[in-house]
């Protein structure tokens, strides 16, 4: 793979890479990380994409699997996340600068199942059938999660 194809990879998807590996992670240094591998395994493998659609899904699919095993591996078991400090002590960790969107925030807090449904729907606009090839899931699981993450995201609104 040449230096030029890899930028243009990384100038194109990184953004879409780093949004899906923070709603897995949580946190910005694990998800720059989490992106900076997709791009060692897109550089070491060098697989051949038959289209565009195809390269986008391969590397939300590793984006998404590094994040599953970083989130199983013994270090992050052995430590405490930024989502187990009590709700007073989180305005230390705010920047401000930031908008918050509480609903994304609401979104990011449910199960891995309904979250990842919900902000790729939601926030990254895809459709249903999309979501299914990404997560390899059939269509109607993926409308299940989706009806199902949206009533645990209403209660969890409006309680």
Not at 10 to 22: G, Q
Not at 92 to 114: G, I, M
Request: proline share 4%; aromatic share 14%.
């Amino acid at each position: 793979m040449t230096k030029d194809k890899l930028e243009n990879y990384f100038r194109i998807y990184y953004s879409l890479c780093y949004r899906v590996a923070f709603t897995q992670v949580k946190t910005k240094s694990d998800a720059e990380d989490m992106v900076q591998e997709t791009f060692l395994r897109l550089l070491f493998y060098q697989p051949v994409f038959t289209s565009e659609e195809h390269e986008k899904a391969w590397l939300i699919r590793t984006t998404i699997n590094l994040c599953r095993d970083f989130l199983k591996s013994k270090w992050q078991k052995a430590t405490v996340g930024i989502d187990k400090v009590p709700e007073q002590e989180k305005a230390h960790f705010r920047l401000p600068y930031q908008k918050e969107d509480e609903t994304l925030w609401a979104v990011l807090e449910l199960p891995e199942k309904y979250r990842n449904e919900l902000y790729f729907f939601y926030y990254e606009d895809y459709s249903i059938k999309e979501i299914a090839a990404i997560l390899v899931l059939p269509e109607n699981t993926v409308k299940t999660n989706l009806k199902r993450g949206r009533e645990a995201l209403r209660s969890k609104l409006l309680p």
